[in-house]
Structure formats: structure tokens, C-alpha cells
């Protein structure tokens, strides 16, 4: 084990040691830190204490039987290197280091497998329940899908556009390979479309199939853990779904993040029982790991995580100490293997405040979406329970450890930019935790009106905001509804999609849109045929380029100087503010005005209307840029954004 084990663990030292140190200094410290471990294993009997679940031999080898060539066959070590390294390039470096991997993935898998058998009594929720809430959820799901005629863009779209590209691919090795390799550099991998594309395959790719594989692969689980939690009297698992219909809501728009808060439900579950200290932190770290190798912004919740638990030892447990380290340590193990080349690039080596600075809307913009999904009413009761629950001793650990975990969470992500929807899901699991420690003093029918009152409102048909600043109130209750949004102006987006392809009547065109609003932006066109499930166009059809709309996280494409045709929304379609996205507003207003590049373009005499008093307008290039024209672009962003000059410089091959 020795050799697989170093190699194993010098593709890791690789990365962060590359430039520091040499190659047989590299080698000699992972052998060194090979052996530590094996001779620790040893000494402390892991086999004995972690890998054999039910005592007997045979019985921990169908686990091992399964995870050990899934653990060869698809290691991505390797792939984490960016070139190929001439010391670690052989053939047996290459077996090692997948043998390697295959033993660290089977240790994680026995550990885990004994964890769950000894945690079995934690899964056990009333088969009734589940069922109702599964009828539930699907006919809420319905609902929606029925009632829905818009376009979906952005976050909406994303991982619905993932799953139907995965639909199209031959299922082999190579399939599953690249879909691991999305987990080392993309924010948004491929892991939680790959189970939804699988549906796909079988009953099509339309925006009601996803909304149903959401539902029943993502939301169902995560709300079999709000069950759980509540498990300790006959309906207080129902009423603690009624409390969160926005758990539901969320997977309804197109969020695949549902799944990543019902791993962390199931976390929060399993560390706070008084079920074996070991078991329980191994199993929890598992899944805080597996938080945020779904959905990168999780790291938030998984840290917060950490921090509360620690702290709660501290105040409360300080002579034992077992279930903090096991959760430590498979935090360790879990994130060495699976989310290593995240933790250094994202983490260790990124500044993300700067990156998503624009995304920064202010604490009202947080205060104000929280009351939106979970209610200010909820959200005051939530707080007065926590604070007349500390004064009892046998819940005083479990709310301070849910009150530290939600606070640490808040701060830190609000370091880096505002919440949305989707970011809220960080912090259900503690407030479930809360509630259902307040309901369990509290009269049941008063829980069951609240539940009821909370999930009927959502049912009301209510005017929806269009966006986040364009909300003005603290809603008493979740303001959303269980119906679709739709759209009034769809028949003039038809109009304008056919139009814009008719520009490549007799040779293919290119375009670009230069617009970033909720009613209309790039996506709106791409994704306008398969959000109303209508078959896309025959023929040749304009290529839409893309262009940055992001300050600082994107740069200024400058492919944009000679595309056919630009698509310019009037007034400026912005959606953080044209301070925050002056690469592209500023292109915007010259087009508009004429001035600068502006000259370069002539107006189209078709004119398109969208809602909210958008207005689009199609211009044609006549000449390519002057010289003078690039930098009437290039130095006012580098001026306003010096220390990012390289994503807005004129590039050498413009002339």
C-alpha cells in the first residue's frame, strides 16, 4: 500500500509545491507522510475500529468488492495536473496513483457504510408522512409547470441546459470521466444534472421533466430530513415541511441546489443526535463535504458548520472530544479526494470578494429576501424560540450550535456578495433545528395552524417582484406563489428570434447581445424555443457570441468588434447596475448614442417591444473599428479598474 498511497498523495503535494520544491524532495515527503498514516492505522487499529462494520469479514468485503475499482477506474488525480509532468508520466506512476485513490475511496466507503448501519434508527420517518408529502410535491410541481410560459436564463436555465447537453451524449466511460473532470475547475460541474439527464434520456428533455426529476431525485430526500428532525411526535414532521415551503419553491425555479440543503439537513440531523460520537462525525463530515462539491457556495455552510461544532465543544463538552475530530478528519479525507483542486484554486488562491463585488447589493437587499421566502413572521418567532429555548438546559447546546452555525454563515458570505434565493437554502438547516425545538414546548394545533397558514398563502395568486431591488417591503409571510410566471411579450420575442435568424438567409451571420436584464439578456434568445418547448428552427441561423456583462469578473470581449450585427436593449438592460457593468454598458451608450464605435454600426429600421418598457434594437457593422474606437472602451475600464488592466487591455492581434 505504501507506493500507491505516495503517489497518491504526491499529485497533491504537486499542485501547491510544484515551484517551492524539488521533485525528489516532493517524493521523499509524500513517502514520509504515506508512512505516518500506515503506521498510525496501525497502531490505533483503524481496520478494526472504522472498516468492518458488522464484525465479520465477508460482510465488510461487499462494500470493498464495489468500492475499490470505482475508485480505480475513476480517479481524476491525474487530470488535476495542468500539463504533463515528466517525473510523474510513466505508466506504473499512473497505476499507483489510481490504486492509491482506490484504497483511499474504499476506506471512505467502509467508514461511511459502518457509520450509516450503526445510524440506521435516524433514517426511520412514518411511512404516511412520506407519502403524503411525496403526493404532495408532485402535484405542487404540476401545478407550476402547468401554469408556467416564460423564459428561463441565468441560474433558472443553467443546470436544465447541463442536463439536455449530457442527454445527447453517448453514455460510456468517457462520459462519466468528463463529468468527474467538471468538479475540478467548474463553479457550476456537472454532478447533479448527470442523474436528471438520465431521466432525460427516457421521457425527453422538456422543462416539466426537469421539474420533476428535481422534485423527486433533490427536494424528496431533503425533505424526508425535515421529517427526520422532527421525528419526535406524530405530525410535527408535516407541520415542519408547512413552516419551509420555500424548500419546494426553490427546486420549482429551476434550482438543483435543494439537494445540496438536504445533505445538509441530514448533516445537522446526524451530529446533533446522541447516537455514537465517531459515526456520527465521520457521516457528517461526509456530507458537509459533499455540500459543496455539488454547489460551490456550500463551502460557506460547511465552514460555519465546522466553527459551531467546535465552538459548541468548547462551551459545552469540552472532555469529549470524539465526534469533533471524526467530523474533522473526514472532512479531511473527504476533501482531499474529492475537492482538492477547488480548495486551492477558489479558496487558497482567489479573491472572491473582488470577483463578485457587483454582486454586493447591500444588507437590506439580504434582510429583505429572507422575509420574502421565510417570512418575518417566521423569522421573529424563529429568534424568540431560540432565545426562551436557551434557558432550557437539555436544548441549550443545539441552539447555540444552530444560532453560531447560521451567524458565522451570514457574515462570511456577505463578505463576498449579497444573497439570493438559491444562498438561502445555507441556513434552513439550523432554522429547522430551532423550529422544531420551540415546537416541541408549544401546542401542537398552534404548530398546525402556522404550518397550514404558512403553505396555503402560497397558493394565493400574488403579483411577483421582477427582481430583487424592485423589492420594497418585509413580507409578514413567504411572498412567492406555487404558480408560474409568464410572460406577455413572448409572441414579439418569436418575432424577434425568426428575425435576427433571417439575417443569415444567405450566408451565416453573427450577432451579440448587449443586454443584462431579467427581461432580456443573451440567454433570453438561446434558451427561448426549449423554455416553450417548441422545436428549434431548420436552417441556417445567426451564431450569438458572447460578451462579458460583469465588471471584474469578466473581461471585454473584443470578438464583439467584429460581429455582424449587435442586439442593444433600450434603455441599457442592466441587472446590478450600470456602475457594476460598464464592460458592456459602456459599448451600450456609445451604440445608442452613435458616438465612439457607435459610428460604425447603422440602425435597422425593426424594432422589437418587450415588457417593462424594454426596447430592442438591431444594428448592422459597416466598417471595422479604428484604433481610437478600441480605446474609448479600453481605458475607461482600466482607469476605473486598474488592477484588472489584463481582462480590458487591447489585446496585440487588433491592428
Known amino acids: 500500500m505504501l507506493p500507491c498511497l505516495a503517489a497518491w498523495t504526491l499529485v497533491r503535494l504537486w499542485l501547491p509545491f510544484e515551484a517551492l520544491l524539488l ?75 489510481h490504486t492509491g485513490n482506490a484504497i483511499i475511496f474504499s476506506v471512505i466507503v467502509l467508514a461511511v457504510t459502518k457509520a450509516v448501519v450503526e445510524l440506521k434508527d435516524l433514517f426511520r420517518v412514518d411511512w404516511k408522512q412520506i407519502l403524503f408529502i411525496f403526493v404532495t410535491l408532485n402535484m405542487a410541481t404540476f401545478l407550476y409547470a402547468a401554469t408556467s410560459q416564460t423564459i428561463y436564463v441565468w441560474d433558472n436555465a443553467g443546470y436544465w441546459a447541463i442536463a439536455r447537453t449530457l442527454m445527447e451524449e453517448p453514455l460510456d466511460y468517457d462520459h462519466i470521466i468528463a463529468i468527474l473532470e467538471t468538479t475540478l475547475t467548474l463553479d457550476y460541474n456537472h454532478l447533479l444534472a448527470f442523474p436528471i439527464s438520465l431521466v432525460m434520456r427516457l421521457f425527453g428533455g422538456s422543462r416539466t421533466v426537469f421539474l420533476f426529476a428535481v422534485s423527486n431525485l433533490y427536494t424528496l430526500p431533503a425533505l424526508w430530513g425535515l421529517n427526520a428532525i422532527a ?78 461544532a467546535f465552538l459548541h465543544k468548547l462551551l459545552f463538552d469540552r472532555k469529549r472530544w470524539a465526534d469533533f475530530l471524526s467530523l474533522f478528519l473526514s472532512c479531511a479525507l473527504s476533501g482531499l479526494t474529492f475537492t482538492y483542486r477547488f480548495l486551492l484554486d477558489k479558496v487558497l488562491n482567489s479573491e472572491y470578494g473582488e470577483l463578485y463585488s457587483a454582486y454586493d447589493l447591500g444588507r437590506t437587499s439580504d434582510f429583505v429576501l429572507f422575509c420574502r ?97 424592485s423589492i420594497t417591503v418585509f413580507d409578514i409571510l413567504p411572498s412567492f406563489q406555487f404558480y408560474g410566471p409568464k410572460r406577455s411579450d413572448i409572441n414579439q420575442l418569436l418575432s424577434l428570434a425568426e428575425f435576427v435568424d433571417s439575417l443569415s438567409s444567405e450566408e451565416e451571420k453573427t450577432a451579440v447581445v448587449l443586454a443584462s436584464s431579467f427581461t432580456f439578456n443573451s440567454e433570453t434568445l438561446s434558451s427561448l424555443y426549449s423554455s416553450l418547448n417548441l422545436p428549434e428552427p431548420a436552417g441556417n441561423r445567426t451564431q450569438i457570441q458572447y460578451h462579458g456583462t460583469v465588471d471584474k469578473r469578466d473581461s471585454f470581449n473584443w470578438n464583439t468588434a467584429f460581429a455582424d450585427y449587435l442586439i442593444v436593449g433600450d434603455p441599457v438592460q442592466v441587472h446590478l447596475g450600470e456602475e457594476n457593468q460598464q464592460v458592456m454598458s459602456l459599448l451600450v451608450e456609445h451604440i445608442l448614442a452613435g458616438t465612439g464605435p457607435g459610428e460604425a454600426y447603422s440602425l435597422l429600421s425593426e424594432t422589437f417591444y418587450l415588457a417593462n418598457d424594454v426596447t430592442v434594437r438591431i444594428y448592422q457593422r459597416e466598417r471595422d473599428w479604428y484604433i481610437d474606437e478600441y480605446h474609448t472602451i479600453s481605458d475607461p475600464l482600466i482607469e476605473k479598474y486598474p488592477e484588472f488592466a489584463a481582462l480590458y487591455k487591447i489585446p496585440s492581434w487588433i491592428k
Not at 505516518?36 to 468485503?61: C, D, F, N, Q, Y
Not at 436544548?395 to 438561502?424: D, E, P, Y
Not at 433545528?433 to 397558514?453: C, F, H, K
Request: include cysteine; charged fraction near 10%; aromatic fraction near 14%.
Open 23 to 97: 521533485p525528489e524532495a516532493l517524493i521523499a515527503i509524500a513517502f514520509l507522510l504515506s508512512t505516518i498514516v500506515l503506521i498510525a492505522a496501525a497502531v490505533w487499529k483503524m481496520t478494526e475500529r472504522l472498516l468492518l462494520p458488522w464484525g465479520t469479514s465477508w460482510k465488510s468485503a461487499i462494500p470493498l468488492v464495489i468500492a475499490f475499482p470505482l475508485g480505480w477506474f475513476f480517479d481524476i488525480s491525474l487530470s488535476m495536473l495542468e500539463q504533463d509532468i515528466a517525473v510523474l508520466s510513466e505508466l506504473p506512476f499512473d497505476a499507483l496513483c
Open 231 to 308: 421525528n419526535s411526535r406524530r405530525w410535527s414532521g408535516l407541520v415542519l415541511v408547512g413552516l419551509f415551503p420555500m424548500l419546494g419553491y426553490t427546486a420549482f425555479v429551476g434550482f438543483v441546489d435543494v439537494f445540496c440543503c438536504g445533505l445538509g439537513i441530514w448533516a445537522y440531523h446526524i451530529y446533533t443526535s446522541d447516537r455514537p460520537p465517531v459515526s456520527r462525525g465521520i457521516l457528517s463530515g461526509t456530507l458537509l463535504v459533499l455540500t459543496f462539491l455539488f454547489r460551490r457556495y456550500f463551502l460557506f455552510f460547511a465552514a460555519s458548520f465546522g466553527v459551531a
Open 373 to 469: 421566502y421565510f417570512g418575518l413572521l417566521l423569522l421573529i418567532l424563529f429568534l424568540a424560540a431560540a432565545i426562551v429555548g436557551l434557558a432550557k438546559k437539555e436544548n441549550r447546546g443545539k441552539l447555540v450550535f444552530s444560532i453560531i452555525q447560521v451567524i458565522v454563515c451570514f457574515l462570511a458570505f456577505t463578505q463576498v456578495q449579497s444573497h439570493g434565493q438559491q444562498h438561502l437554502l445555507m441556513y434552513l438547516p439550523a432554522l429547522a433545528l430551532i423550529t422544531i425545538t420551540a415546537l416541541s414546548s408549544a401546542p401542537q394545533y398552534l404548530s398546525a395552524l402556522m404550518a397550514l397558514v404558512t403553505s396555503t398563502y402560497c397558493f394565493i395568486p400574488k403579483i411577483q417582484p421582477s427582481t430583487v431591488t
